[in-house]
């Protein structure tokens, strides 16, 4: 085999919101940077990404009368994080998001736009970019271009980590279409390969307990854990692997070769979701992963069918690149899905409904009865779970559907253990010297930054947070700049 070179004081493996972060910060430090990434375009995860930032004292938040706090929010992120949550990054994230994450994107171009309520948290801080995750990618992604300093290698997967005297050395590489191996020689290596949730066997070693029933892979198409290999293979330490972020709002997508894969669909409030006896079992419109799945996940069989009429199905949106184009849902692919799925019933009649899903008719019925009398006696919400109606309707317009919902692993809060420089750690908490690593790889940042649950926009967020920490000190210890240094939202001292 014949093994070409390259030299380069910071290599970084994987293109996503953390990779694409880093490269900008090493480099602003003045080191020469590789950016691997084995598909043929930059983006990750964090390009079809809803973009959602959990940020915190903006000035988005004081435009609508919201004034929040790092205390407040950091009270709100351990407790909801159930006693897991690494409080050290979470704090230092959650200080450090005004400047190094709001005002940082903006220089780049980035629009936050809105904001969004999300479960477990006080006040409105899910801050929302202008096109949501690609909009943000391509902002940073330009800008990280215009500096010239970092040489993007596309289609190009890192398959080894180098070594030499104990220490992380460079990466070895594949290009895809002309098969070339190249070894890039680095000072420091960042992995920043996303996370491993779209690798089921991965996402069943760390949760046998679903092996008894259907789950689907969720995440961007280059979370396979690809990373993990690598960090492992240098005696990496895993932590928190089985915390991982589970929607329940997901179906299997039928265009899926392998039968894998699951799309996540969304903006539907008029839903109602049934179990296999035909029974409503939660507020619909609380879809998070700390209430929704647990819920779904007490059910026997631990699946739901939502049930929507035809009114409802204009308002879906699916979560993937194929139902979008750009920001503008194809309506045209969305019914495609409605008419294709074999995981999808359609039916004139509701009884007609409950035989074709084969759930018990006259509780199905019932519960839909139920339903629809709370909008005869105009009430704000449902009696049964208490759910808002404001932005719902009654079950009145044929042809009615039912989509199978199956949990989807979408979001890994457990990654390789880093210290606050993003320095990968081995078990005796010591560095693998060289080697760091940030983004959903390190549980978003530094291990388990969330814990068992997020305040949502706590992925995406700390992925890019952790990025520009790892490439400030990987470009430090390669002899550029001073560290990652940054500014809190408040006074020093
Ligand atoms: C549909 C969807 C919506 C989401 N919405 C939100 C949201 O609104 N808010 C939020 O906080 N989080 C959200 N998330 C989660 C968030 O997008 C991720 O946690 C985040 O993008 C992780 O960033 P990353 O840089 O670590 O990984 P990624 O963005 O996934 O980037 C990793 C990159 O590494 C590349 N790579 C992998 N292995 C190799 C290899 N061996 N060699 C070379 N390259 C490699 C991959 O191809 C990929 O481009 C969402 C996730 C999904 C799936």
Redesign the pocket.
């Known amino acids: 085999m014949a093994v070409s070179q390259m030299d380069t004081d910071v290599a970084i ?7 694409v972060a880093a490269a900008i910060e090493a480099g602003d430090a003045g080191a020469k940077v590789v950016l ?4 043929d375009a930059l ?4 390009a ?6 959990l940020i915190v004292g903006t000035p988005l938040q004081e435009s609508q009368g919201i004034h929040d706090t790092p205390d407040l929010a950091f009270e709100d992120w351990v407790k909801w994080g159930q006693g897991a949550a690494d409080e050290v990054w979470a704090r230092y994230y959650i200080e450090h998001s005004l400047h190094d994450l709001y005002f940082w994107a903006e220089k780049y171009g980035a629009k936050w736009i809105d904001m969004k309520f999300q479960e477990g948290n006080r006040v409105f801080r899910w801050h929302r970019p202008a096109n949501n ?1 690609l909009g943000l990618m391509t902002a940073l992604i330009d800008g990280m271009k215009a500096k010239g300093a970092t040489q993007v290698l596309s289609s ?3 398959e080894k980590l180098l070594t030499q005297d104990n220490r992380v050395c460079g990466v070895r590489a594949k290009t895809g279409k002309s098969g070339q191996t190249t070894d890039i020689l680095a000072k420091t290596v960042i992995v ?4 491993f949730n779209s690798n089921l066997d991965m996402v069943l070693e760390a949760r046998p307990e679903f092996k008894a029933f259907k789950v689907m892979e ?3 198409r ?3 854990g ?2 993990h290999k690598l960090i492992r293979e240098l005696g990496g330490y895993f932590t928190h692997m089985e915390h991982i972020w589970f929607y329940v709002y997901a179906t299997p997508d039928y265009r899926d070769p392998a039968g894998r894969r699951g799309l ?1 669909f969304r903006l539907t409030p008029g839903y109602v979701w049934v179990n296999q006896q035909g029974r409503r079992f939660h507020d619909e419109s609380r879809t998070g992963g700390a209430s929704a799945t647990p819920a779904l996940l007490a059910q026997n069989p631990p699946h739901a069918w939502a049930i929507l009429d035809t009114p409802m199905t204009a308002k879906m949106e699916v ?1 993937d690149p194929y139902y979008r184009d750009g920001d503008k849902v194809r309506r045209d692919r969305v019914q495609e899905l409605l008419d294709s799925s074999p995981y999808i019933k359609k039916a004139e009649s509701l009884g007609e409904l409950a035989t074709k899903v084969q759930v018990d008719g006259p509780t199905f019925l019932n519960e839909v009865e139920q339903y629809n009398k709370a909008f005869d006696g105009s009430l704000e919400k449902e009696p049964k779970f208490g759910k808002s109606l404001k932005q719902s309707k009654k079950f009145d317009t044929p042809p009615y559907y039912a989509i199978q919902l199956f949990p989807l692993a ?2 890994n809060f457990g990654g390789v253990k880093t210290d606050l420089r993003c320095r990968a750690l081995n078990r005796y908490f010591e560095p693998i010297l060289g080697l760091y690593a940030a ?3 390190a549980g ?1 940042a530094g291990g388990h930054i969330n814990g068992k649950a997020g305040l ?6 700390p ?1 890019i947070f952790s ?1 520009r920490v790892a490439g400030g000190w990987a470009a430090h210890e390669a002899g550029f700049g001073p560290g990652f240094i940054g500014k809190p939202n408040r006074p020093l001292g």
């Open positions: 493996i994987g293109g996503g919101g953390a990779g691997l990434e084995q598909a983006g990750g995860t964090a079809i990404s809803g973009g959602g930032c995750g190009t997967a890192a920043a390969t996303g996370g969720g995440s961007g280059g979370a396979t690809s990373g996540v979560a979408r979001k983004g959903e790889v978003m949502e926009g706590t992925m995406l967020g992925s990025g």
